[in-house]
């Protein structure tokens, strides 16, 4: 019964692929994110999703695409992969938008660009 | 804007020993602030967070973290530590004005039995 889960766990692909990596929360939140964390292990923000709808779209590349089909669910589409795209992602989720609530995380996927 | 600092790449403790990971934050306004702990190859797990109220935060695992305000910090500390906390910590705060949730560098914490 995993509260977060991420598919897949390892990602090894070549530059200019396109991939696309998933994301399932069991909790029953309303809000799903998307994290970077690189090689340092420093962790920033990407995407925010509050019911499906966009919250926070950090300044990153337009070839990343998040996608929310229901609330439950949280995708990450990339365009045209480039080698500083390596990286760990992680999917969160939390009970609500609002500064109270924690975030609980997804195992991560370690994506490897060649 | 909203930051944390963790002034400690490293921690080394003994096991049985007590520990402490620092963190200071630095925000306008009342701070909304979180400890997480992550294991190798695991994702970040929640360990406490203060919203308001007392100072002394108790958290999962054993782990507490003490809030004061004069000194902006909000440090993570646990009496007696165990070889199995052995993982990287990471303290963060919760931007009031966007709402993100801002990490620190985050401290690796070894325990040594």
């Known amino acids: 019964d995993t509260a977060v889960s991420q598919t897949p766990k390892y990602l090894v692909t070549q530059m200019g692929n396109d991939k696309s990596i998933k994301c399932e929360q069991n909790?029953?939140?309303?809000?799903m994110y998307w994290y970077k964390q690189d090689s340092k292990k420093f962790l920033k923000i990407m995407f925010s999703?509050?019911?499906?709808?966009?919250?926070i779209n950090e300044t990153v590349p337009n070839r990343f695409s998040p996608k929310s089909p229901d609330k439950a669910h949280l995708n990450l589409h990339i365009n045209s992969l480039e080698l500083g795209d390596s990286a760990v992602y992680f999917c969160?989720?939390?009970?609500?938008?609002?500064?109270?609530?924690?975030?609980?995380f997804g195992p991560g996927t370690r994506l490897t660009v060649t | 804007a909203q930051s944390v600092a963790q002034p400690e790449d490293q921690v080394n403790v003994a096991e049985g020993n007590p520990l402490t990971v620092k963190c200071t934050y630095s925000v306008s306004g009342n701070p909304y602030l979180f400890w997480y702990v992550q294991y190798p190859n695991r994702g970040l797990q929640f360990l406490l967070k203060y919203i308001t109220g007392d100072n002394l935060v108790k958290g999962s695992y054993g782990f507490e973290a003490e809030f004061n305000k004069s000194q902006t910090s909000f440090h993570l500390k646990k009496p007696s530590a165990l070889v199995s906390d052995s993982a990287l910590y990471f303290c963060?705060?919760?931007?009031?004005?966007?709402?993100?949730?801002?990490f620190g560098t985050g401290t690796r914490l070894q325990v040594f039995p």
């Open positions: 969160a989720s939390s009970q609500a938008q609002g500064r109270y609530y924690e975030q609980y």
């Open positions: 999703y509050n019911n499906k709808e966009l919250i």
């Open positions: 909790l029953g939140h309303d809000t």
């Open positions: 963060a705060v919760r931007d009031r004005n966007t709402d993100k949730l801002i």
